[in-house]
């Protein structure tokens, strides 16, 4: 298939070493990483990340130069754009699972950049993916630039902490269950099984594709380039004794001072495990300060310190974001704490989801109709209705931002209430 600028469009599955394909699938690789410019990937990292992409069911998209290429360049194999695809759930609240189209690994050359090769890809891509029956499409961007004007709109965001830790940590709560220092090799198994677990309670997350296990067990260092020897590993046990939390964290260093150990990972299915891994965290010896790149921006770990000032957190950035391609299917498809009804005008630059819906929750399960004689009670976006959707933005600051339009008195403050859920939405994972 022609593509702007005359290129050639391929999708394929990947293909394992040894499997008919795999030069295909390993130039694809090999260009992602050109692309996020990483460390040039060994052939056995290839090869793994290849079988990871595999157990993922991605389909992975290449973009290619047709005709020859200048001597001495990339050869017409290596492709000049990445994109890949797969499915996982996402949870929108109070356990509803839903199936999720994920968007991933997005690259162009940059010789080869602002000619419309993504803005094609994407947009049929997002358009195979509503045809397919996928309601709602997902990513984590490198730049926070690119993704709305497609109609993605920010769902959950993070925050780097840095907890001090010594005498200044002090839980002012108990925490309950038991932790234990492990060999971080067990969660090459366990991690999958703990994530699970947290994934069925935790709003706006997303399940995990395959390389998480192989890092959470040191299998995979930060570059992939082989083993990481820093990482150690502790679990969270609850009262029943059954694993439903771990954390794995690096120390920085002795010439780092304060002695810091960064967290790499913390997983906890309940606010318990949570807390106890944290108070672990803040019991380890030698150590003066804990930083995480990951904590949710709505955290508990500072309600539940004794010194609140303990934790100093950085700006929440933006993390997961989130595209509805079918309102109807999307909105029907999550759970409500309570219920309602909102009449709401979606404008959709793509037009996948544009049009006038009503939205009426009975029992917390949602009905939506076509309302196109009605006067709608909330104007907004594409983009804003997936902010709202897993509950990790409130509606009163979108239509403060003047991203949100109010037709209807009160009707930003109802679907903020229509939209929360259960608990702070948080999603640990990226893609
Ligand atoms: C989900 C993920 O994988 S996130 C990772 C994204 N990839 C990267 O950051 C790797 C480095 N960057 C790149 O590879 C490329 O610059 C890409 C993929 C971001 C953009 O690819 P291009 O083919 O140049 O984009 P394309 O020409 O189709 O532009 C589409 C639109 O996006 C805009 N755009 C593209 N890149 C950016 C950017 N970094 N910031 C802001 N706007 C951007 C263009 O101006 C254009 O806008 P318009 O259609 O409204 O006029």
Known sequence: MAIAGDYELRRFRPSRQGEEGYGQTREW?????????????????????????????RELTGVYQPGPVPVGTFGPEVPVATFATFRKTLNAGYGALVPAHLVTAVTVRTSHRRRGILRRLMT?????????????????ASEASIYRRFGFGVATAERRVTVATGPRFKLAVPTDGRVEAADPGVLLNLAPVVFERAH????????????YRHTAAGLWDRDGGGEDRALRAALHFDVDGVPDGYVTYAFQGWEHEPHTMEVRDLVAASPEAYLALWDFLGSLD?????????????DPLAWALDDARALRAEAAQDMLWLRILDVPAALEARRYGVDGALVLDVVDGLGMAAGRYRLTVAEGVANVSRAD??????????????????GGVRATTLREAGRISEENPGAALAAERLFAVERPAHCLTHF
């Open 29 to 57: 690789i090999r260009a992602v990483g050109a692309g996020f410019y990483e460390k040039r990937r060994p052939e056995d990292l290839i090869a793994r990340t290849a079988a990871a992409f595999v157990a993922d069911g």
């Open 124 to 140: 049929e891509d997002l358009a195979r993916a509503k045809a397919d029956g996928a309601p709602i499409a997902a990513l984590t």
């Open 200 to 211: 069925r309670v935790t709003p706006g997350s997303i399940d995990r594709q395959d390389r």
């Open 286 to 298: 030698l150590v003066r300060r804990i930083v995480w790149s990951e904590a949710p921006a709505d």
């Open 373 to 390: 004689g009605e006067t709608p009670d909330l104007v907004l976006d594409a983009a804003e209705l997936a902010s709202l959707f897993v």
